[in-house]
């Protein structure tokens, strides 16, 4: 399994399986991002699979980033997790699909 990695200030690299295992991984790494109070940038590129659980931790994260004046966006978000935020209905929620690079 891989792990969350931070690559820079507010940018981060999901890793390719997004279950119950990865979620305080990607808890810490959300948290110490928006305490940088810096544009959150999530590269979805290797997401295969995500559950309801982590796309939640998504919402929240795009909402407090919204809330604290900061951007969210997406760098090459996978067909895996475009079709899965689509299935649930949350792609304004997790802007997918707006000022992706």
């Known amino acids: 399994m891989g792990r969350v990695l931070t690559m820079n200030a507010g940018e ?3 890793e390719s399986h997004l279950d119950m295992d990865a ?3 990607l808890a810490q790494a959300l948290r110490n991002a928006l305490a ?8 979805g590129s290797q997401v295969k699979s995500i559950d ?14 919204q809330q ?3 951007s ?3 760098r090459q978000p996978s067909p895996a997790l475009e ?7 949350l792609s304004n929620d997790l802007e997918l699909g707006v000022d992706k690079e």
């Not at 079709?83 to 209905?89: N, W």
Request: one cysteine or more.
């Open 68 to 70: 604290a004046g900061s």
């Open 72 to 74: 969210f966006r997406w």
């Open 52 to 65: 309801g659980a982590a796309l939640q931790l998504l919402v929240a994260a795009a909402r407090s980033a």
């Open 23 to 25: 979620l305080p991984a």
């Open 12 to 14: 981060i690299c999901l």
């Open 36 to 43: 940088e109070k810096a544009p959150l940038l999530l590269d």
């Open 83 to 89: 079709k899965a935020v689509g299935l649930l209905g």
